[in-house]
């Protein structure tokens, strides 16, 4: 988590650095720029909104890809930005609801569900300080680098390369995060079969007897869970 935090801040901070000066390489003006960054702000008010919904929907962890997705796309959107097209910047923007509010709606949800008792402020400051802090300098500091001697199409291009190496290490490491519904499905050959007997009301609880027999071994296959006969939690 932290560490998709660092490189999604890292392409934060380069974004939030070098996309005037972008603007500017690409024939822009000032009042694109100014106008630019009204869109990103208003981007962000209706993510907000609905952010809560959203994570209670899909989880932090699918979010998360979400984000890289969409911090991919706007990458590469600017770098296919030619000097006299300036004003497509303004077709790209909208997506900094996405790479920005949603991300740090699910974050902050996500560093409050990770602290340990007692160190929830801790939790977020660690998330900011990583995101803002370390993805900030870094952002900075290489994408001034690669800027000046590349120039921002290959800079952009790299960032997104970058990103989608995070999700590929987080999609290795931790896929229940990106797939949370996502579990062992048997092979062809299994037989599958629960049968719950009768609810004790006397007793106030749930006998449940369970038969399970199978033919075959598991195989690595996934499924989401929802429907049908495999629909089966033990």
Not at 76 to 104: C, D, K, M, N, Q
């Amino acid at each position: 988590f932290l560490f998709c935090m660092f490189v999604l801040g890292s392409a934060f901070a380069l974004i939030s650095t070098f996309l005037f000066i972008f603007i500017e390489h690409v024939g822009g003006s000032t009042t694109l720029m100014g106008i630019s960054l009204t869109v990103t702000c208003i981007a962000e008010v209706p993510i907000f909104q609905v952010s809560r919904q959203i994570i209670d929907k899909f989880g932090t962890g699918p979010i998360l890809g979400i984000v890289h997705v969409v911090y991919i796309a706007r990458l590469l959107g600017y770098s296919f930005i030619t000097p006299g097209h300036a004003w497509w910047i303004l077709a790209i923007e909208p997506l900094h609801g996405v790479t920005f509010g949603l991300l740090w709606a699910a974050a902050v949800a996500k560093a409050a569900d990770m602290a340990p008792p007692g160190l929830d402020a801790t939790s977020q400051a660690v998330t900011g300080a990583v995101h803002y802090g370390l993805g900030g300098i870094c952002g900075s500091f290489l994408g001034g680098t690669v800027y000046h001697a590349h120039g921002p199409v290959v800079l952009f291009r790299g960032a997104s390369v970058a990103i989608a190496t995070s999700l590929v290490v987080l999609a290795c490491l931790a896929p229940r995060q990106l797939f949370p519904n996502c579990t062992p499905r048997a092979g062809p050959g299994a037989a599958r079969y629960i049968q719950l007997s009768a609810f004790d009301q006397d007793l106030g609880d749930i006998h449940a007897s369970a038969l399970f027999s199978t033919t075959s071994t598991l195989s690595d296959e996934c499924w989401s869970g929802g429907s049908g006969e495999s629909d089966i939690l033990l």
